[in-house]
């Protein structure tokens, strides 16, 4: 059974930080690319970043020097470091684990990330 937890979300003052983790399990997750995407209020799902298994990160232009995306593969867990958070940046965030040779996708529960003074 293959499972994606996310943790380290919660309330942030604008300026601030917060590390998410997503811990996998029940797959090879050396292979996968690991992603966070997020969703606010009435808006669609969007890319936040991406770690190919060769450690290629790409980044969404809005959080492009700010957000660090990481991955640990033998605690098969990938991170996102978050600073200088503004309330644009509010939403639930999602991990999600694609393997591109076969086409598997899986996604976490998602965490809640506000940030508000």
């Known amino acids: 059974q293959v499972q994606l937890v996310e943790s380290g979300g919660g309330l942030v003052q604008p300026g601030g930080s917060l590390r998410l983790s997503c811990a996998a399990s029940?797959?090879?997750?050396?292979?996968?690319?690991m992603g966070w995407y997020r969703q606010a209020p009435e808006k669609e799902r969007e890319l936040v970043a991406t770690?190919?298994?060769?450690?290629?990160?790409n980044y969404a232009d809005s959080v492009k020097g700010r957000f660090t995306i990481s991955r640990d593969n033998t605690k098969n867990t990938v991170y996102l470091q978050m600073n200088s958070l503004n309330p644009e940046d509010t939403a639930v965030y999602y991990c999600?684990?694609?393997?591109?040779?076969?086409?598997?996708?899986?996604w976490g529960q998602g965490t809640q990330v506000t940030v508000s003074s």
């Open positions: 029940g797959i090879p997750f050396r292979i996968y690319t």
């Open positions: 770690i190919t298994s060769a450690y290629s990160r």
């Open positions: 999600n684990a694609y393997a591109p040779a076969v086409a598997y996708d899986y």
